[in-house]
């Protein structure tokens, strides 16, 4: 499978808890973008990776969520103390320089 | 800043039918880049189309056709004999010139009916 990977494909967590998602990255990608989408909304921007550094972040990050790409490979999104609002499907992208965004299936979080 | 209008929130047509789908866009770069996306019911986005600010040519593949028009910052989507396969929710989107970030419109809902 050469295409994004996104795990876990779903998870309900309760408030307050803790969650990680991860993200892998067509290899020769060097760029990584993280999504956020609400039911009958388009995706939101929210960061964005150039190789392992993360260039830019949207303000919908709050100081809850904080993500990484060490070496530049897969990357992680952590969403911490999670709330009912942060309920959302999660979308990771990736490409290659200025070129079209390869999108994963995303990871649909339910915060119950 | 950077935004996308897509006004029909949602489209249903009969099988056959063509129907076009409209995209707005406001930007102040003077390179951009414009992007098509299909998310089928199965959630994940599939990449249909994407367009550089200096390429105003429109572009046909197979049944989709683009009309790109700086002149009135639109980038509609034409889907010829549609089908319903072709069910979706349809997303314009928009990049500057780093394609540092994507900003989408708010999805278009296409129903196809046989």
Known sequence: ?????????????????????????????????????????????LTYFQNEAQLEKSRLLSDRFSAERPKGSFSTLEIQRTEQGDSAMYLCASSLAARGYTFGSGTRLTVV | AQKVTQAQTEISVVEKEDVTLDCVYETRDTTYYLFWYKQPPSGELVFLIRRNSFDEQNEISGRYSWNFQKSTSSFNF??????????AVYFCALSGGNNNDMRFGAGTRLTVKP
């Open chain 1, 1 to 45: 499978d050469t295409g994004v990977s996104q795990d876990p494909r779903h998870k309900i967590t309760k408030r307050g808890q803790n969650v990680t998602f991860r993200c892998d990255p067509i290899s020769e990608h060097n760029r990584l973008y993280w999504y956020r989408q609400t039911l009958g909304q388009g995706p939101e921007f």
């Open chain 2, 78 to 87: 034409t889907i010829t004999a549609s089908q319903v396969v072709d069910s």
